[in-house]
């Protein structure tokens, strides 16, 4: 297993176009976490799945996000009507209660909205 | 205010030196993290401490609870250290796998001259 993989690494986009982004975790990882991260800060935390289930989301995520893990294994993150502000790299993570709680995270998949 | 305060937020050193990097909290923790983030976006994981003192190579993390205080030092620094280190939270234990999600500083920015 080579670790979170996330893909595409690179997107750009016009503005109003729709974009997915897709994250495979560690395999029999249930916990998977989105990020983002604009330049100079610190991640902020988006949604939370535990196997399939959604289980938080954060005020952040507005209508036009919607991310799914439909078989508790790998998730997209769905963005609508790209807006110049949601440029930003979108991070993915993922758990496993019997390793600690040590949170992997992938390389990321950075959005420009032009 | 933040949750989290990183402190400084740009270092730079020269080669063999001893790095300190700050991170103060203000709410109670089950967990903090300290990772590394380098040009390009892959964030990994360094430590989790929920107390105590951890050590691995060149790298040491404490953590004071009662104060809500957290260093990460380096020895002998090097400039392949350069890279972003960035302290992260995690709220509370339980079943719930959100309590888990992590609420991140800005980042310190470490840059070792050779």
């Known amino acids: 297993d080579t670790g979170v993989s996330q893909n595409p690494r690179h997107k750009i986009t016009k503005r109003g176009q729709n974009v997915t982004f897709r994250c495979d975790p560690i395999s029999e990882h249930n916990r998977l976490y989105w990020y983002r991260q604009t330049l100079g800060q610190g991640p902020e935390f988006l949604t939370y799945?535990?196997?399939?289930?959604?289980?938080?989301k954060s005020r952040l995520l507005s209508d036009r996000f919607s991310a799914e893990r439909p078989k508790g294994s790998f998730s997209t993150l769905e963005i609508q009507r790209t807006e110049q502000g949601d440029s930003a790299m979108y991070l993915c993570?993922?758990?496993?209660?019997?390793?600690?709680?040590?949170?992997?995270f992938g390389e990321g998949s950075w959005l420009t909205v032009v | 205010k933040n949750e989290v305060e990183q402190s400084p937020q740009n270092l730079t050193a020269q080669e063999g030196e001893f790095i300190t990097i700050n991170c103060s909290y203000s709410v109670g923790i089950s967990a903090l993290h300290w990772l590394q983030q380098h040009p390009g976006g892959g964030i990994v994981s360094l430590f989790m401490l929920s107390s105590g003192k951890k050590k691995h190579g060149r790298l040491i993390a404490t953590i004071n609870i009662q104060e809500k205080h957290s260093s990460l030092h380096i020895t002998a620094s090097h400039p392949r250290d350069s890279a972003v280190y960035i302290c992260?939270?995690?709220?509370?234990w339980g079943s719930g796998g959100s309590n888990y999600k992590l609420t991140f500083g800005k980042g310190t920015l470490l840059t070792v001259n050779p």
């Open positions: 799945f535990q196997n399939e289930a959604q289980l938080e």
């Open positions: 992260a939270i995690s709220l509370g």
């Open positions: 993570a993922s758990s496993f209660p019997t390793t600690g709680n040590t949170i992997y």
